[in-house]
């Protein structure tokens, strides 16, 4: 055999310079951030029914921000988007033995959030086209102690809402919005988010926007809004003075931001847009460079939808390209090379997501809380067992891939390159199928 063309096996790369890093920082946060040291006032909450129990200048004006360009009545900011999720089901009344529906596809807290309230988390597969929560699964898992739903917009984007909110309302479940990975999106002209009775968004680093850590919940109902604030800043301690009747989760923690994550957040909400634009553009360069190359394919619309595009997801067809799904990749990533300062990383293009979530061993072992297995040894007809999800599972092992490399600080050049990539190892496929891998 004459010396192969893919560098996998010793041919010259497509792309040997790094892509460029991701970074949303600018001037303005700098600016934003001095004009808070300065100030002298890190942070202006306090742990008590007082005037700062609600946060400082920074935290609230955010707040409000937030509310208004989603469409909320109320934003309730926290310290992570974990911590949004639990405070969430901890206003929604989730408690011991209560059975919470998850996906298990996704950030871990999306699923083990019910477990900080004792409650159950009971995993419903997915569509097999936009990774979300399948209605009709969903429907099918409800018993008389199911009390909440936290359903994942993955990837970006939105769960088919219309049949959720349908099945939560006749049966009187709370429906959390994981929108961590769908900022902008939208379905049916409503901004994720405010889709469900409480959304959720991340301020984390790796999301389209960040204040290095942060999360923020959303809401239209104004008594879970005032519960949230309770628990994320020492309930216990205020629920007195404050008058609080109910109180069914009046335990608090500390979730509260800095008015530093806070000032950085409001610069960071206002480039939202502008970056979205650029993701988007370059989402949809690599879908038509991609769309020559017969085993991939994108996912799928949902009608009525637009993307954010955390990640850009593709389905691989191992039988059309002849070759495994990793040893297609394998060869692809051999042609690029990794992110600028994240080099210890690799490429950018990963085989499936993360794994499902009730693979990990706390699900496998039943031990959560405590040495006893507490909350599973609450549940009822739970299962955990490989194979409860098996459109997660296959689109885990065989089907799912996904990348970041066209995020917005990537020009169309370094988009070309990826997809050069792609089709050249789609017209040199015959060598990795000759390695009979």
Known sequence: MSKSELALFGGKPVRTEPFPRYNTMGDEEREAVLRVIDSGDLSKFMGAWTEGFYGGPEVRALEAEWAADVGSARAVSVNSASSALVVALGAAGVGPGDEVIVAPYSMCISATAPLF???????????????????????????????????????????????IMDIAARHGLVVVEDAAQAPLAHLGGRRAGTLGHIGVFSLNCHKHIHSGEGGIAVTDDTALAERMCMIRNHAEAAAGPRGETDLCNMVGHNMRMTELEASVARCQLRKLPGLMEARRDNCRRTMDGLSTVPAITFGGLREGATHSFYLLPFLFDEAAAGVARETFLDAVRAELAPTRGREKEGVKIYGGYVQPIYWL????????????????????????ERGLCPVVERLHLRELFCTDLMHAAMAESDIDDVVAAFCKVWEHRSELAATGE
């Open 117 to 163: 309230w004792g409650a159950v988390p009971v995993f419903c597969d997915v569509e097999p086209d936009t990774f979300c929560m399948d209605p009709a699964v969903l429907e099918s898992l409800i018993t008389p102690r199911t009390r909440a739903v936290v359903v994942v917009d993955l990837f970006g984007q939105p769960a088919d809402f219309g049949r």
């Open 361 to 384: 061993p706390l699900f496998q072992r039943r031990v959560a809380l405590g040495r006893d297995g507490f909350p599973f040894n609450l549940a009822v007809n739970v299962s955990y």
